[in-house]
């Protein structure tokens, strides 16, 4: 647990570091298309940053109020994805907490963090995001589901047990443009 | 304890990005200033936009005119919903405008308009727009900026794919989205696969007078029909729809319609298709549906009943139609200005299929088919695939060409408007749309020669964008400029509805065959009056017309006597005024229905049932002239049993 938090405070200050990159002239002249987003624009505006306190919590919302999901949040911060969350949808998110990150191999989740694998952190990111609005008992309807990272998961139950990809559902959080369900494990992509 | 180290460590987070967020927003406000954004939009007050756009207004049911890169709005056109403004639908020369084979339907939803072609060129004559629940098409003259056709389609629901009209408007085409029982009957809703069916409606136009004519239908498998787009150069006398729902379900589709990694993009050749009705293998079928058209010497609108149709079974006939394989529930189906490639938007993918026409005619030509659906051959996914764009966003919606080698395409899911090279389908651009954005439009994006100048995308949510109205606010597009190799967002503007799609053409095309007035001379509306001398009021029975004239600043005639409560007055009012925007309007008090408002050299007509005795005031609704407010006149309503004879006079003590 330690570890996670140090691991927490090093990404804070990545993200301080990143989120600031903005200020330096040179971001906006940059013309590699893979970094395309992070013109200052992108970073500041959209839904993700409209502060709204009568509507039901989107799925965004959700996972950086809950504490036990700050690795996944980085993660969704550091790849950029914040407005993607916050869109109409309707969204299925499948958050693994910190517990399941630290499950990966050492290093995995600081080597992803960093800038130069953003495309490969966005990409393993988008493989635990489903278009669609489905509970747990219906998602037993399912053999499988494709991902907005254009890969399917396998969909499988156990008793009264639902995995996706692999990964537990353990809780189930209803969203204002979609759902989360909490997972026990990061679902890795194929590719 | 530690539950209160994380909250502090998520706050911490959320204020670094917010303090930082801060700091670049104004980094941004400098960049636009920097780039004279405010400048590119900002047209004088006198001078005139670049260009038209025709942006829907899907529930609406109109369609609005704005300019570009203004954004100003100059006229909402009434095309399926009523317009109390401009009498549409309530006087009695529009009333049998939104006639149907259902009777009167005072709404539709208007999706994607398309301007009418010669050669693969904007001609700037007719704009056709689709409405969606009630299928119809509907044609506005670009002369007058007014519906004067609208023609329903049988065996049609939900005319979603819809209405694109092929080089030189030989057709507007338009697909079904829901497949239906083919003819209507009873039968369970659970015996839909195979039973019920798709069409695709192949309307033409006549390129003297533009008149319509639903000259034949394809009768496709029941899956949806999602969009449209027409071949051009070599692939001209072909036409491309995506479909969805190839697993044909009928509940739930957001799961059921989903099963099939790949659904399909139906190749139609409607030149086969003509030949085939040469040879007789057309069926003529029952049906019902109404044709309506207006007509501009008698001001007037007829509605005509129609019985049949002709219809060619695409499981029947050989060549008709082709399937491409096309992952993820396509949306939008887009042929490049040059007719090579067909962009399938898999809404749910991440990546942009695009097929290439020559390796689809290879293939056909090779008859290397990977089975077949009710009959109608499957191509092989890698034959006719001419690249993939790949993770270029997510949830690809619709994609337009600039004709400069470059497509823009909107991801509805991430938000954004995406700009990529046709060939080697490289990601060059990225640019957000606040938010979900839906369409976009680049003007002529649907011909040979598009004006690659702007894109205007067309979201689906504003939330913060504007000052907020309660819970519903506007609707909104947004303009980027596309000369550079850069995108660069230059306007926001508020829309007539949803914005759904729009199209687009240069101003000085349409502007000079824009009519200021229609003659006098010319009406042959059967109750108009050339001038004041004609006016007169008739009894029929307890009917009763009123010839009426109108001209700054008073009517004739203005004072009416011998109505009697029962009596349906019909006033028939003809503007004699024939000096450009000097339009007059009229409405009388308690009359059931709106105002009239009548262009110079129109008569228009609106029924009024007295109800009560009395003395009852009507006055022009249009500020006219200096003496507006002197423009009025009475009718005198006696008992239904008065034997006061009528009279009419103006200007008599």
Known sequence: MKLLFKFTFVLLGFLAILSCKNNSPTAAENTNPENLSEKSSTKVQGQAFLKDDEATANVLDIAIGSPDHTTLVAAVQAAQLENALVNAGPLMVFAPTNEAFSKLPEGTVENLLKPENKEQLAFILKHHVTPGKYDKEFLKKFKTLGQASNENVIVEVKGEDVYIGGAKIIASIPAGNGIVHVVDAVILPNN | MKKTIHFIIAFALLGVLIGCGNNSQSKGKQGALGSNAAEKVYVAPGEYDEYYAFISGGFSGQMSVYGLPSGRLFKVIPVFSQDAEKAWGYNEETKPMLNTSHGFIPWDDAHHPDISQTNGILDGRWIFINGNNTPRIAKVDLTTFETTEIIELPNSAGN???????????????????????????????????????????????????????????????????????????????????????????????????????????????????????????????????????????????????????????????????????????????????????????????????????????????????????????????????????????????????????????????SEVVKWKLGTWEVVDRQPCYYSVGHLMIPGGNSREPFGDYVLAMNKITKDRYLPTGPEVTQSAQLYDIRGEKMELLLDFPTVGEPHYAAGIRADILMKNSKKIFKLEENEHPFAIKNEGETKVVREGNVVHVYMSMIRSHFSPDNIEGIKVGDKVYFHVTNLEQDYDVPHGISMIGANTSELLIMPGQTETFLWEPKEVGVWPFYCTDFCSALHQEMQGYVRVSSSSSTLPLSWSLGEE
């Not at chain 2, 003819?183 to 369970?188: F, S």
């Open chain 2, 160 to 414: 979603h794919s819809s209405s694109f009209v092929t080089e030189n408007t030989e057709y507007v085409v338009a697909g079904t989205r829901f497949s239906v029982p083919i003819p209507q009957r009873d039968i369970p809703i659970k015996e839909y696969k195979g039973n019920f069916k798709g069409s695709l409606s192949f309307i033409s136009v006549n390129p003297e007078d533009g008149g319509m004519d639903l000259k034949f239908q394809i009768m496709m498998p029941g899956f949806d029909y999602d969009l449209a787009h027409p071949g051009r150069g070599a692939s001209h006398g072909w036409f491309f729809f995506s479909t969805y729902n190839s697993e044909e379900a009928s509940t739930l589709l957001e799961v059921n319609a989903s099963q099939n990694d790949k659904d399909f993009i139906a190749a139609v050749n409607w030149k086969k298709a003509e030949e085939y009705i040469k040879e007789g293998k057309g069926k003529k079928m029952p049906a019902k549906y109404a044709h309506n058209v207006y007509n501009d010497k008698t001001h007037t609108a007829t509605s005509t009943i129609k019985e049949e149709v002709l219809m060619l079974d695409a499981s029947e006939l050989p060549g008709l139609v082709y399937l491409l394989p096309t992952p993820k529930s396509p949306h939008g189906c887009d042929v490049d200005p040059t007719g090579e490639y067909i962009v399938g938007n898999g809404k749910l993918s991440a990546n942009l299929t695009v097929h290439s026409f020559q390796k689809m005619i290879a293939a056909i030509e090779a008859k290397n088919f990977d089975g077949e659906a009710y009959g109608i051959p499957i191509l092989k996914f890698d034959d006719v695939l001419a690249g993939v764009v790949d993770q270029a966003g997510l949830g690809p919606l619709h994609t337009e060409f600039d004709g400069k080698g470059n497509a823009y395409t909107t991801f509805f899911i991430s």
